[in-house]
Nanobody, 121 residues
Framework: QVQLVESGGGLVQAGGSLRLSCAASGRIFSINAMGWYRQAPGKQRELVAVMPNSGITNYADSVKGRFTISRDNAKNTVNLQMNSLKPEDTAVYYC???????????????WGQGTQVTVSS
């Protein structure tokens, strides 16, 4: 079993900053990509940022230049620094990881429980 635990959400005014963190634990042989998704009320879940093992990041156009994703492979963590937040960034943010199991050596997709980010205008 693998668990992803997120932290760092909250309420912030427009223009403010928040930092989300996600730690993976459990039967982890290795982790491929780690990233963040978000889901606003009435909308589909969308990619925010992802970082595979190559280190080449991919961002949604709506967050480019404002959000920065980073990983610590030794600690199996991924962070999302969010600056210049806008009300339209309000959503539940989910951590995602492609984890290679120690028992099967196959990759499985895992999700965190989600953390609420609310940006007031």
């Amino acid at each position: 079993q693998v668990q992803l635990v997120e932290s760092g959400g909250g309420l912030v005014q427009a223009g403010g900053s928040l930092r989300l963190s996600c730690a993976a634990s459990g039967r982890i042989f290795s982790i491929n990509a780690m990233g963040w998704y978000r889901q606003a009320p009435g909308k589909q879940r969308e990619l925010v940022a992802v970082m595979p093992n190559s280190g080449i990041t991919n961002y949604a156009d709506s967050v480019k230049g404002r959000f920065t994703i980073s990983r610590d492979n030794a600690k199996n963590t991924v962070n999302l620094q969010m600056n210049s937040l806008k009300p339209e960034d309000t959503a539940v943010y989910y951590c995602n990881a492609g984890v290679v199991s120690t028992t099967t050596l196959r990759s499985y997709d895992y999700w965190g429980q989600g953390t609420q980010v609310t940006v007031s205008s």
